[in-house]
C-alpha cells in the first residue's frame, strides 16, 4: 500500500502565543501544506506515503524536505528547482477573536512548475492511491494542468483518488474553482469537503444550516453529499461537521456517504490548540481507514478522532499513533494521564 500526495509545502511563520502580527517581535517557523499534512499522518501510522512537489535547491527547500522526511515521509520523488518556498503567516484567534492567515506564496517553486517537471508514470509506479486538495490547482494555471495530468494517469493506472475540495477565497474566484474543480471530480473516486466547501466550489448549500452560529442540520448535509454524488458519480463523500462556538471551542465531527448510505461520527467537543491541519488529518484517517479495510462506521470515526487530536497539536502535522486514535474512538475521551 503506497500513497502519493501532490501539492505545495510552505514556511509557517506564525507569533509566538496568541501575539497579533502587529505585536510581533520574533515568529516561529515551521513548514506545512495540505497534501504535506496527509502525507505525514499517513506515515505516522505505519502508510508507505511519498510527497510530490517542486522545490528550491537553496536551504529553506531543504528545511522543507527535511521537515517531511524527519517523519517517514519518501521525499525522493521531488522536484529541484524554482526560485522560492511559497510563505504564510499565521496569526491564531482566541475567543471572538478569529485566527487569521496571510499568504505570500505567488511565484513558488510549485505554482511555476510545468507539466514537463513531473513523469507520472513513473510517480505511480508501485502506488495504491493518489491525493491532492483544492488548493494546489489554485495555485496557477501551470498547477492545475499538472493536477489534471496527475489525475488522469492516476486513473488510467487504477489507483484510487481522493481530492478535498479546500476552497481559498485568497486563492481564486468561486466561478473559476467550480469550473476547474468541476472538471478534476471527472477523476476523483472520494471527495472530502468541509460543511462550507460545496457550496464555495459547486453551489450546493446544506438546508438548515448556518456555520456562523453552529448549526448544523444532518439532513441537509445527506442532501448536500447526495447532490456532490449524482453529479460527480463519487463512490463516496465525506464531510466535515464544525459547530463553531470561538477560536477555542468548537464541537467536531463528520459524515460519509456512500450512494444511498449515509454515517455520522460522533461529536467531539474541542478545545483547539491549533486547528490548521484539521481537515487534512481528517483525510488522511480515512484513507488509512480504506486502506485497512475498516467498515464505513469504524473508518469514519477512526478519521474524526485523529483529526480531533490534532486539535491539540501545534503546527500544521499530526503527531498521533494509531493507537492513540483508536483509544480515542472507542471512547477514551477523558485526558486522563496515560502512565
Known amino acids: ?102 499568504y505570500d506564496r505567488a511565484h513558488s517553486a510549485i505554482a511555476a512548475a510545468s507539466e514537463a517537471d513531473f513523469d507520472w508514470d513513473r510517480v505511480f509506479t508501485g502506488s495504491t492511491w493518489f491525493h491532492f486538495t483544492g488548493i494546489t490547482p489554485a495555485l496557477s494555471d501551470n498547477a492545475a494542468a499538472i493536477c489534471m495530468a ?27 474553482a467550480g469550473n476547474v474543480m468541476g472538471s478534476l471530480m471527472e477523476y476523483v473516486d472520494i471527495c472530502i469537503a468541509n460543511e462550507e466547501d460545496a457550496y464555495d466550489v459547486f453551489g450546493i448549500k446544506a438546508s438548515g444550516s448556518d456555520v456562523t452560529s453552529g448549526k448544523i442540520s444532518h439532513d441537509g448535509y445527506k442532501e448536500v453529499a447526495a447532490a456532490l454524488i449524482k453529479r460527480f458519480n463519487f463512490k463516496k463523500t465525506a464531510i466535515t461537521l464544525r459547530e463553531s462556538f470561538s477560536a477555542n471551542d468548537n464541537n467536531w465531527g463528520a459524515m460519509l456517504c456512500t450512494g444511498d448510505d449515509c454515517y455520522f461520527s460522533r461529536k467531539y467537543a ?30 469514519l470515526e477512526f478519521a474524526v478522532a485523529a483529526s480531533c487530536l490534532k486539535h491539540t497539536i501545534e503546527g500544521d502535522f499530526n503527531f498521533v499513533s494509531t493507537d492513540e486514535v483508536k483509544k480515542l474512538a472507542a471512547g477514551n475521551a477523558s485526558g486522563r494521564v496515560q502512565r
Open 150 to 176: 496527475a489525475c488522469k494517469a492516476a486513473r488510467s493506472k487504477g489507483l484510487t483518488v481522493s481530492c478535498d475540495l479546500n476552497y481559498r477565497a485568497n486563492l481564486w474566484t468561486r466561478e473559476k
Open 1 to 102: 500500500m503506497r500513497v502519493i500526495t501532490f501539492g505545495e509545502i510552505m514556511l509557517r511563520l506564525a507569533p509566538e502565543g496568541y501575539s497579533r502580527f502587529i505585536q510581533a517581535a520574533s515568529y516561529g517557523a515551521t513548514y506545512g501544506g495540505g497534501e504535506a499534512n496527509v502525507a505525514v499522518s499517513l506515515a505516522g501510522f505505519g502508510i508507505d506515503a511519498a510527497f510530490v512537489t517542486k522545490l528550491p535547491k537553496h536551504e529553506i527547500g531543504q528545511g522543507a524536505v527535511n521537515s517531511l522526511r524527519e517523519f517517514g515521509v519518501d521525499t525522493s520523488l521531488i522536484v529541484r528547482g524554482g526560485e522560492r518556498v511559497g510563505i504564510y503567516f499565521l496569526e491564531k484567534g482566541a475567543s471572538q477573536r478569529p485566527s487569521k492567515v496571510i
Open 270 to 299: 474541542v478545545h483547539i490548540v491549533d486547528r490548521v491541519g484539521g481537515g487534512d488529518s481528517f483525510g488522511a484517517g480515512l484513507i488509512y481507514a480504506a486502506l485497512q479495510g475498516m467498515p464505513e462506521q469504524e473508518g
